[in-house]
């Protein structure tokens, strides 16, 4: 039976009426045989255990779950210790472990995230990867790097951070997950994605920096028949907090499916929010209605970007058919419009919801998706102008280093920063039910999430996986972010045999598209992209 199957406020009544009724009962019966008083040697602990747990605001789970929640810690701490540490490389696709959680909870909560014993992993392993130190490494130059994001068209270009929150909506995250988030991002200067749910007045409270992100459901700018409001989107985009537009074009936890909000999920504050019915799931639609072609997406980025009055615009997919995203590399040859960023999510990104077949077998993971983005723009002569985001399974400072070296310029998180939050992964995510607070609507739950606690612990953790990939950078002997290469980072692949990123993912000659002899694995899928339609040739 899973300890906390019931709900926050079921816990809390529980234990007040059963405190209320035990302490009742052993007074009633220490009246009448007074031998019986050793009882409250056993009761009164309880109830001041109890009673601490629902006053304390470290722990959700204690908060929500009065003394039946130390039983987690204490499982915890009696665990088996062998392989207790971080794995750093996960690259089949399993959940996260309870060692790679543990690495963010220390960071977020500010103890000591050094392991002992030396190294936690088989190093002759199949999918281990590492990067090559040098023997003459460099001191620590910048604290903080930015990426300025935007192009000649954008006239409010955002000096963005090297790890953000990645997109996550309220209604999937409860308020004061949102709240937390968005204050950490305020603390520690860097940016909140919102998710395709809408622009709520939570991500608004706390004054952080926002890239709020268009779906195809037109959350926050929609009309009564789903199709894209233009004007409330102008309105909403001109905040001064929102400080870039991300249009989602699939996900990688289920691309080509659209987003699912479970009915139970659907407050009346979030049906405002969004525009949709009370009582119902919310199914947003696979595709955009505002435009049907490569083409039609890239005229929508400008009319976006002149809407919000010259912020930076860009697009999120998780990469699927190579012509498709050929194409639209083709329309912004044709059309001269550029988006600012494109984010790259992994068919091994997370979600709230999903079908289990999208979840576990559609889509390209990220490291194949980034470098074929990074490689398509590099051919195509585009790559200066467009800042490329990876968003899927980025936890460390190592991690990032990972990314940047297949061609990102920056990075998002959504499962670290959640991992930063308390979650625990209790998979509940879908139910309403989530027993830390994060991932649910009830309030009674969502109490147990205190927002000026969680938020110090998201800045704590972006802060400190900053740091951790600038000492990785500084041992590699590379004095900026933007020096990190394919081959810098190794991979074995046998247990005698061990490649580089270069030579797993290949290369591609600068400007090759334009001079009409693009590389051998990629000329098909060039050959037959259009920039009129998604259709091939």
Known sequence: M???????????????LGSVIVVTLVAFVTLSHPRWIWAYLLVIPVVVLGLFDLAQKQQAIRRNFPVLGNFRYLFEKVRPEINQYFVESNLDGRPFSREQRSLVYQRAKGVTDTIPFGTQQYVYENNYEWINHSLAPKPITEKD??????????????SASLFNVSA???????????????????KANFY?????????PHHLEMGGDLVWQIGTGYFSCRNADGTFNESEFAQKARTPQVKMIEIKLSQGAKPGHGGILPAKKVTKEISEIRGVEMGKDVLSPPWHSAFDSPEGLIRFV?????????KPVGFKLCVGKKREFLAVVKAILKTNIAPDFITVDGGEGGTGAAPLEFSNSVGTPLNEGLSFVHQA????????????????????????AQKMALGAD???????????????????????????????QDPELMKGLDVPDKSTRVARFHDATIHSFMEVLAATGLSSPNDLRPWHIMRRIGTTEVKNYEELYGSIEPDCFLKSHPPQKLARAWTQAQAESWASL
């Open 2 to 16: 899973n300890l906390f199957s019931f709900h926050g406020h079921s816990a809390h009544k529980i234990f007040i």
């Open 145 to 158: 790097p930015r990426v300025k994001i935007g192009g000649k068209d954008c006239l409010h270009p955002y």
């Open 168 to 186: 996550m909506s309220y209604g999937s995250l409860s308020r004061n997950a949102v709240l937390a988030l968005n204050a950490g991002a305020k």
């Open 192 to 200: 909140h994605n919102t998710g395709e749910g809408g622009l709520s």
């Open 302 to 310: 400008k009319k976006l970007r002149d809407l919000s009055g010259g």
């Open 377 to 400: 723009l590099l051919g195509a002569g585009l790559r200066s102008e467009i800042k490329v985001i990876a968003s899927g399974r980025i936890l460390s400072g190592f991690n990032i």
């Open 410 to 440: 920056l990075c998002n998180s959504a499962r670290g920063m959640l991992f930063a939050l308390g979650c625990i992964q209790a998979l509940k995510c879908n139910t309403n039910a989530c027993p830390t607070g994060v991932a649910t």
